[in-house]
């Protein structure tokens, strides 16, 4: 096959693409080398073989999603000449996972890894005119030991083959092999290393290199030329080290991402002219850290960032279409991130590039293997220098991160964890300091999340859900902030000198899954990924007995569906299309309470939210899967922007007539101060309630108090909602924002005298005397209101009075046989970040988010919730789901038990009676209630 060669004289280099079209021939028994596939005359029949588009991975087809061992692949390339003194390499950008290249039959070399470039020397194979290029590409089925991110169990789909560009390349024998540049803004200049290969004794003796620095196609910066001298340890390389200095140069930022191109000439010898031409760019750029406060270019740096995972629908590692790298880019530079985590994989060099180029900071990773062994060990090490030595010159790179949450190191069910195994904390310190030795340029986080040992970032990852874990996650943020010592398994570097950071945290948000069928003509193949499901219920057909609610399958989107319809969320929510908006505001709501709690402690140097993009299974991402918007799209600037106000209220539920305080801050992450106006105003729907102007001085680079204000709600008809509006005007730009309190009156319309019998004695003294007669016998009463149902009580309800099952203190639910439940864990829990409350209730109407459990039931939300439930024939008023449609419970569900009624409420109402005005709003209806299903109450 003959493609068109484009050669540049004046860099004495020609390249041509071997991307494109390749046969594709898979070896299951693996016998490919042993009946000689590689042999020019091979015959590969066309019933044994695809025609596959390079670069791919085989899992986009069918057939071959599952498939793991040995794939060949082969084309041809013609060649009019090939060039004397020259040397010929066919370099990969990235193939998964072991390479051996074949040309002509000849065996040329190999390579182990899967996201980083390489080369392989040809020259003693290729030759003029038709060529055969065969490679075999192993990808195991067992990847425990090898570095692989999040292919495969538990996680994501296999990713196998040539996944990046390939292209055949000529140089000069003698040549530039690498050129290192490191910015120095103290002094306005970058020393430039220059490897040289080829340098044997055939080489010129006066071999030199002259170093530019051109932008924009002019010359700005020139250095004279320095001598070659041969490396001590490889004789047929060399090495040269020069400065460029810079006249005032542009700093690269991601507000003004200035590029330098670099150009090495490498001269000597009779030649006329150089000998070969190299050509990178690079930004003058700084990161570094001091105390807990970064710095970029010498001025704080606030990091607002999200996890970017980098699949892909279909196409996995690669984009599905063009220019979808610099969409990604720009959208999330429009919604106020200036990073992106690029997790747990080497970044696509071309998103890499896109980056420098429209200005986003990057925080790069190696892949993680499974598993701790020398050869783990020693394939992370080797991935770690190869991303550093790949991406060294890009100034939008800003960290590495070495392992994740321990994974490969100690995460492992059967071995040690890093805060336990010392061998485990000096391989991780040890590591630490050669990438701090290969790039000091650079901050290195050792052990992203966990146990750290020396790092420049002393980073966690906590999954809260808010407003149900809201005061939780402010607490844990105070310890945090007190307590960085707590986050390392050994101290190496100075827990209190490192900049903290909350590198992982997040909610769920379901995405389109119409709009996703559509663009996979289908069901998606991931949805039945046999990982995602408890083991005990793997095996079968997923769709067909669509596993059962209380199976665990939060992970599972197969079937997820019908468990849906086996709910009553379809009668509060509607279609799954509806209950996805419902959801999305859902994780709207969490990531701007945590985000503005994050942001209002100057001493935390940032944020990374879980995650960019909805990813296969995990539908936490700011944008969907296919890289669409989410419902709260046009809102997520008013708290990831630049500038931000808010409005902390000391409880966002309160009573009529009595003050509601809030503290208003500004946050500002610019240079940029002064004078500014902050205006609130108190809506209640389209009235105006109250208003006030605030004048304050910002500070830059920080979080200014403006003050605490505060109004007198009156709500005469009942539980009302109430909306502050926000919005600061100065120098530094305009924000908008906006809060939302619910407010009832101490004093509700009682229509009968309730007689109850409460086995809560706190409880008992705060509703005697208050509006109900509390008796001392269950025979007595209207309603029995307890926290354990005993045999007198049970009896009680059978003969057709009705009960309210409350949790007692410190429990998180009744203690009861007549309903099963689903305990909740108080804090953090990335099961609980993925749930949602719905409601469809005359109980709650006035009280909730719409279908939501908002605000309103601040220091309410349940610790367990009733499961079991049977639709038809249990009075269901709220709904509870877990991910993919799994634990579906209820805080609050009526059962008829023979001639009577209990009603199952996990709210902790009993602790809050009398001082949470919705919990005691919500008590007093479902005592109403109840009594009402009583025969003979009063």
């Not at 015959?43 to 695809?50: A, G, P, T």
């Not at 966690?460 to 390392?488: G, I």
């Not at 709910?567 to 309470?593: C, M, N, Y």
Request: one cysteine or more; proline letters at 5%.
């Amino acid at each position: 096959m003959s493609i068109e060669q484009q050669q540049s004289v004046a860099t004495h280099r020609r390249s041509q693409s071997l991307s494109g079209t390749w046969t594709l021939r898979f070896d299951p028994e693996d016998v490919g080398v042993e009946e000689r596939w590689t042999a020019v005359d091979a015959h590969w029949s066309d019933e044994d073989c695809l025609s596959v588009d390079v670069p791919h991975v085989w899992q986009e087809y069918d057939s071959y999603r599952d498939y793991t061992g040995v794939g060949w692949y082969r084309r041809t390339v013609t060649l009019e000449t090939v060039p004397e003194d020259s040397v010929t390499i066919i370099r990969f950008g990235a193939v998964d996972y072991e390479t051996t290249v074949w040309v002509n039959g000849v065996e040329c070399g190999s390579n182990r890894g899967g996201y980083l470039p390489f080369e392989v020397d040809v020259t003693e194979a290729i030759e003029p005119g038709e060529n055969v290029v065969t490679l075999r590409v192993e990808d195991p089925e067992d990847i425990d030991e090898i570095p692989h991110g999040k292919q495969g169990d538990p996680w994501y789909t296999r990713v196998s083959g040539v996944w990046q560009d390939v292209e055949l390349q000529t140089r000069p024998r003698t040549h530039v092999a690498d050129v290192r540049v490191s910015p120095d803004i103290d002094s306005d200049s970058a020393a430039v290393d220059v490897d040289v290969d080829g340098f044997d004794a055939d080489a010129p003796d006066d071999l030199s290199v002259r170093v530019r620095v051109d932008r924009d196609g002019d010359t700005v910066a020139e250095a004279d030329p320095v001598a070659v001298v041969a490396d001590e340890d490889d004789p047929d390389s060399g090495h040269a080290t020069t400065t460029v200095v810079l006249d005032n140069p542009d700093y690269w930022h991601p507000d003004d991402p200035v590029l330098y191109d670099v150009v090495v000439d490498l001269v000597g010898g009779d030649a006329d002219g150089s000998l070969d031409t190299y050509e990178d760019y690079f930004g003058m750029r700084s990161v570094s850290f001091e105390g807990r406060r970064l710095y970029l270019n010498g001025e704080p740096l606030f990091i607002r960032g999200a996890l970017d995972q980098g699949y892909y629908p279909k196409t996995l590692y690669r984009p599905f279409e063009e220019g979808l790298f610099e969409r990604e880019i720009l959208t999330a530079k429009e919604l106020g991130f200036n990073l992106l985590r690029k997790h747990i994989k080497p970044a696509h060099p071309d998103w890499v590039e896109a980056a420098d180029r429209l200005g986003i900071l990057v925080w790069e990773e190696v892949a993680n293997p499974g598993r701790y062994t020398e050869r783990s060990k020693r394939e992370v090490r080797e991935q770690a220098r190869g991303l550093v030595e790949r991406d060294y010159n890009r100034p939008s790179v800003i960290a590495w991160s070495l392992y994740n949450e321990e994974w490969g190191i100690g995460h492992h069910q059967d071995e040690s964890y890093v805060w336990d195994d010392v061998e485990k904390q000096e391989v991780l310190g040890d590591l630490y300091r050669d990438a701090k030795s290969w790039d000091p340029t650079r901050l290195v986080c050792d052990n992203s999340g966990w146990a750290h040992v020396a790092t420049d970032i002393n980073d966690y990852h906590q999954y809260f859900a808010s407003p149900d874990r809201t005061a939780e996650w402010a607490e844990m943020l105070d310890h945090v902030l007190t307590h960085p010592h707590e986050n390392y398994a050994a101290e190496w570097t100075d827990p209190h000198e490192t900049p903290l950071v909350i590198s992982e945290f997040g909610a769920w948000g379901l995405c389109d899954t119409d709009r996703l069928r559509e663009h996979y003509d289908g069901n998606p193949p991931w949805f039945y990924h046999s990982f995602l499901v408890p083991e005990e219920h793997r095996g079968g057909d997923l769709d067909s007995h669509h596993l059962h609610l209380e199976s665990g399958v939060r992970r599972s989107p197969a079937g997820f569906g019908q468990r849906y319809a086996q709910t009553t969320l379809p009668q509060i929510l509607g279609e799954v299309d509806e209950a996805s908006e419902t959801w999305q505001w859902r994780e709207f709501v969490s990531l701007k309470d945590q985000i503005e709690e994050l942001r209002r402690h100057d001493d935390i140097a940032g944020y990374v939210i879980t995650e960019w993009t909805d990813v296969e299974w995990e539908f936490n991402g700011v944008l969907d899967y296919l890289r669409e918007r989410k419902e709260f799209h046009d809102r997520f600037t008013e708290i990831n922007d630049a500038l931000c106000v808010t409005a902390e209220p000391e409880s966002h539920v309160g009573w009529a007539g009595e003050p509601f305080s809030f503290d208003l801050s500004v946050v500002n992450d610019t240079g940029t101060g002064g004078a500014a106006t902050v205006e609130w105003t108190v809506v209640d729907g389209d009235e105006v309630v109250e208003q006030g102007v605030e004048e304050t001085t910002l500070a830059s680079f920080g979080t200014t108090a403006v003050g605490t204000v505060s109004f007198v709600p009156t709500t005469p008809d009942g539980p009302r909602r109430f909306t502050v509006e926000l919005r600061v005007d100065g120098d530094v730009g305009t924000a908008t924002n906006r809060e939302e309190v619910v407010v009832a009156p101490r004093t509700a319309p009682v229509e009968q005298n309730v007689r109850l019998f409460v086995d809560d004695h706190a409880l008992a003294e705060r509703l005697r005397g208050a509006r109900y007669t509390v008796v001392d016998d269950v025979d007595e009463a209207d309603v029995a209101v307890v926290t354990h149902v005993g045999d007198h009580v049970g009896e009680f309800v059978e003969h057709g009075a009705s009960a309210l099952l409350l949790p007692g203190p410190d429990q998180f639910r009744p203690q009861t046989n007549l309903f099963s439940y689903h305990e909740l864990p108080p804090g953090e829990n990335w099961n609980l970040a993925s749930a949602m409350y719905a409601q469809d209730s005359p109980f709650l109407a006035d009280l909730a988010d719409g279908k939501r459990l908002g605000w309103g039931f601040e220091g309410i939300f349940p610790n367990a919730v009733a499961t079991g439930l049977d639709r038809d024939s249990d009075e269901i008023h709220v709904g509870y789901i877990e991910g993919w449609m799994a634990n579906w419970g209820s805080p609050l569900a009526f059962r008829q038990i023979d001639d009577g009624t209990v009603c199952s409420c996990t709210f902790p109402l009993g602790d809050q009676y009398g001082e949470h005005a919705v919990g005691t709003v919500l008590f007093d209806r479902l005592v109403a209630d109840l009594a009402s299903r009583t025969p003979g109450a009063e």
